[in-house]
Structures are given as structure tokens and as C-alpha cells.
């Protein structure tokens, strides 16, 4: 967990304030989710229904005056219920194109496991490519392009796990938890009369938004930082109780969250301990554990954090003296 105080950018200390009005004792989540946007990766929030997946997502677009659309998935929702589709226009003798709600800047995929896997797949080309192909034609997102996706744990009936190949493009997958006695006492006091979310208002634009990823992508990472990433990706390859390790795209995914997570912390060089904090984050959704560790109930969040606490930290020579 992040520690009680923190010094952040001083940007993202107005945006994370703002969602705190709403969203009580989420702090954590507030800034992962914003590390994912600022590294413009994609999040997937996992938990029991009620515990403020939604709220977080809406509070967010809302603080960052984003186009905010919701797709709520259910069995019978189509791929074109989420891309769009042509229809044909009698008067004007051709096809017309009616874009779908992923033509926005913040996503809210509400409830992503409940639907099919043909139609999870449908966010596939949008999540990676920033743009989505409709009738053979490719048409780009805007930015910023953000999608915040929410599942019940799949032990709930009804439900269908995500596909390896659409979990692999979340950057991030966290857990909202339940809030403590304290957060929720203050929470029934907050919405006794109005809902806080109704009183808010932006206090960043879009261009910032996208200016801001920009500048992320300028954060310096030493070649030692880089290589004690590729150490615990590779680390996840060849331990005993996965099937299947972290794939490439994951060393990248924990690069661009490391550069993100130290930019919001007014850092513009990344340290191995943002590596660190952010590991579990980003890798334990990436691995498939074998049937055996299953049985024995492990986790793969504890697998990661085991890697990481034996994992050697590479030191530049020159420090060493």
C-alpha cells in the first residue's frame, strides 16, 4: 500500500484531492488509476459489487473533464453494441457511420466479465491500437483513450474469465476493498442529502491530460532500473508454481507504470522501489498459475511479491564506492 502521506505533483495533487470528495479512504486506488491514464495504459478493477468501482471511474472523468462513456456488458451485448455500426440512410442513398460509447475518452466497461468473450474481444484493437475498424474502416480514438474496466470475482455465477490476450493489455489490475468503519461512517454522513459527486467539477482539461503523457514519457530510467525489470519478468517465466509467465509486453507494461507512478510523485527519473511498490500491480494478472499451486490455494499476487523481495536490485559501480 502507499504510505499515509505523500508529496505529489503538484497537477496531480488537484486531481487526486478532487476525487477524494467523493471516493473515501480509496486514495491507493485513485493514484494507481492515474498512474495507468498518465501511462496510457488501460485499468481493470476487481472486487464485490457496491464498494465504489463505478463511482471512482465516474469521479475521475469528471475531475479531468473528459467525454465519460459507460458500456454496461451482459450476456446478450454484441461487438457492434461497443464499436459501432453503418447503417444504411435511404435518403442519402448510402451507409452511415453510428459510433459506439468506446468513441470517448474515458471508458467505463462496467462489468466486463458478464459478457460474452466475442464481444470482451470487441476492446481488443481500441485498448492497443487506439483505434477501432468498423466495415473495413479504421477510425482513430480520441485522446486521451482511457479504459477503466470492472469485474466480479469470477467464483460469482454467470460470469465468463477474461481471455489471457485481453487481460494481458490492462496495465494495471487493482482491488477497491471494503472501506473501514470509519470511511463508511463518513461515507452514509456525505450522501445523507446529495451525492458529493453531483458538487464536483473538472480541475484539469483533456490537454492537460495529454500533455501530461507526454511528459511521462520523457521520465529517465536507468539501464540498472530496466534490467532489474526484465529480472522479475523473467523470474515469472521460470518459477515453479506458474504455468505461464509475464510476456514481454509486461516488462514494457512495468517501465511505463514506474515512469508514471515517479512523475506523479514529482520525480522525473524512476527508482527501484517504485518498481517495487508496483510490481504486483502490474505483473500478477499476466501469469497462470499450474493446477497444483492452484489446489494448494496460492495466489499469484503473494508469488509476485515473493519474486520481488528475492529479487537482486542491479547498483550502478560508481555507487557502490
Partial sequence: MMQETILYNEKIEKVIKNINKVMIGKENAAALSLVALLAQGHVLLED???????MLVRTMAKSLDCDFRRIQFTPDLLPSDVTGISIYNPKELEFEFRGGPILGNIILADEI????????SSLLEGMEEKSVTVDGKTIALQQPFFVM?????IEYEGTYPLPEAQLDRFILKLNMGYPSFEDELEMLERTSENHPIESIGPVMSREEVVAIQEEVKEVYIDPNVQEYIINLVTRTRKNSAI???ASPRGSIALM????????????????PDDVKFLAPFVLSHRI????????????????????VKT????????FIE
Fill in 113 to 120: 466479465n458478464r459478457t460474452s468473450p466475442k464481444t470482451q
Fill in 48 to 54: 464485490v459489487p457496491g464498494v465504489g468501482k463505478t
Fill in 256 to 271: 511505463k507504470a514506474a515512469k508514471a507512478y515517479a512523475f506523479i510523485l514529482g520525480r522525473d527519473y524512476v527508482l
Fill in 149 to 153: 474496466a470492472t469485474q466480479n470475482p
Fill in 311 to 318: 529479487t537482486h536490485i542491479p547498483i550502478r559501480k560508481e
Fill in 243 to 245: 504455468y505461464l509467465g
Fill in 288 to 307: 497462470i498459475l499450474t493446477s497444483e499451486a492452484k489446489y494448494d490455494g496460492v495466489k499469484s499476487e503473494d508469488i509476485v511479491e515473493s519474486i
